[in-house]
């Protein structure tokens, strides 16, 4: 998209949202005006206030403004419905929990409607700016694609996709090198090419044949600037890489890399360890510092040997660590060898409690509080069974680039427990390496909340 007209529309669809959702506070308040009484005005400033800051923060945490959110009108409204419906559950728990008995009920109830109602109006605007911005010559960029080719056909492609600012004239290529017919016209061979831009006032041309492949693309590039075209070259990089890569720059020289990684940012790593911190202290605190006492003397009634099951894993970067749990079994030689599995005689009757419940696995917090771990990652797996594993499936040693963690997407998806076939530990994998090329904050706090469904409900895959 046109980045001047992209942050234009972004600008216009937050300042839009605010607006009505501050014209939709106001005018309830100046229609109940004679039933509130004046000396509870800071406490609909302060309820109004929250509303606004809650709304901004969902609308970021979710990205309601982002690029590929606005491009297209349907994902725009899906994603502006669910911000708009966190946002009523974090209103009415405001008033709940703040028992805030000075803000009229029948006022927020009217604030809530008509706030949904100016949403709607403002969706429908949207479409009407994008309508009319379509029709701006001057946002409007006519474009050749220089080649016709596997790349050509790709490109044009996302052209469609991205209409809105992109006018796709045609294609440029020698008529020998043209296999199968086309959406759009070949409009002339690569050596008119500059007469035909310059015909059907062009702005931009892409190449997808490299001057490694044609020594006359210099000449063309020279000649498009002197004309006042943009000229760009997008490579075919098929050659060296069977899937997308992701393009980066060390100052001006571009970087490759196989897969994107969000974590790989400082900051977003910063943010991911401010949750573990946070949420570990606070099970620490308040759930361990008496389930460790009561859990210690159920395992002590039941069998002797230690309360807790510590047990090499592997960790981020392959370094192994001691992962904590609380003791299940019998002691017994096979526990750094064999996996547990279903109806195992060697889980004691508080063990099978235990991990069916999942309460096995609380003492991982301490592991998480001492950044061994983090609350989402791939599920750590004993020495021998990385070794096992990573013989079976071929990207199994990249989901060790995260730290482990106590839950995963893998987990919420059904893909836990015992292993008995290649096809589960190769499905737990894709699970994970999906995790880390797609992780934000908000996908740790969605895998937290349904964890805690899925424990609640009970898994049967615990045990």
């Known amino acids: 998209m046109n980045n001047q007209f992209k942050r234009y529309l972004q600008l216009n669809l937050i300042f839009l949202d605010l607006i009505m959702l501050v014209c939709s506070f106001i005018i309830p308040r100046l229609l109940f005006h004679s039933r509130i009484s004046s000396s509870t005005i800071y406490a609909y400033l302060f309820f109004g206030s929250y509303s606004l800051i809650s709304w901004a923060v969902f609308t970021s945490i979710l990205g309601n403004y982002t690029e590929k959110i606005i491009i297209q009108f349907e994902t725009f409204t899906k994603r502006t419905l669910q911000v708009f419906l966190l946002w009523i559950i974090f209103v009415l728990i405001y008033l709940f929990f703040s028992r805030e008995v000075q803000v009229s009920r029948f006022f927020v109830f009217a604030f809530i409607i008509s706030f949904a109602l100016g949403i709607f109006f403002n969706r429908f605007l949207y479409v009407g700016i994008r309508n009319y911005f379509k029709t701006k010559d001057y946002l409007i960029n006519n474009v050749i694609i220089l080649g016709y080719n596997e790349t050509a056909l790709k490109l044009s492609s996302y052209f469609e996709q991205e209409s809105i600012y992109t006018n796709l004239i045609g ?74 890569v992701i393009v ?69 970067n392959n370094q192994p660590f001691n992962c904590l749990k609380f003791r299940s079994m019998k002691p017994n030689k096979d526990s750094e060898l064999k996996q547990a599995t279903k109806n195992d005689m060697r889980v004691t009757k508080v063990g099978k409690f235990l991990r069916k419940t999942s309460l096995d696995e609380f003492p991982q917090f301490i592991n998480v509080f001492k950044g061994e771990m983090s609350l989402i990652g791939p599920r750590p797996h004993m020495l021998k069974h990385t ?77």
């Open 248 to 316: 980066d720059f060390v100052r001006d020289l571009p970087v490759l890399s196989l897969r994107s990684e969000p974590l790989e940012d400082v900051g977003n790593r910063l943010k991911k360890r401010v949750l573990d911190i946070i949420v570990s202290s606070l099970v620490i605190v308040f759930i361990l510092s008496w389930l460790i006492p009561i859990v210690a003397i159920l395992i002590l009634l039941e069998s002797r040997g230690s309360i807790f099951f510590s047990q090499k894993r592997t960790g981020k």
């Open 387 to 463: 070794d096992d594993y990573s013989k079976i499936v071929d990207q199994y040693m990249i989901r060790h680039f995260l730290k482990p963690g106590i839950t995963g997407w893998a987990q919420i998806n059904g893909f836990r427990g015992e292993i008995t076939e290649p096809k589960q530990i190769k499905l737990r994998v894709q699970n994970d390496l999906w995790y880390l090329e797609n992780w934000n904050i908000w996908l740790d706090i969605k895998i937290l909340f349904l964890t805690v469904y899925t424990i609640s409900k009970g898994d049967k895959q615990a045990y």
């Open 171 to 244: 294609f440029v290529e020698d008529e020998q090198n043209i296999k199968e017919l086309t959406h759009y016209p070949v409009l002339s061979n690569i050596k008119n090419l500059i007469q035909v831009a310059k015909d059907y006032d062009v702005q931009e041309i892409y190449s997808t044949i490299t001057p490694e492949q044609n020594g006359y693309i210099y000449d063309l590039m020279s000649q498009a600037e002197n004309e006042c075209i943009r000229f760009k070259v997008v490579p075919n990089l098929s050659h060296f890489f069977s899937k997308p």
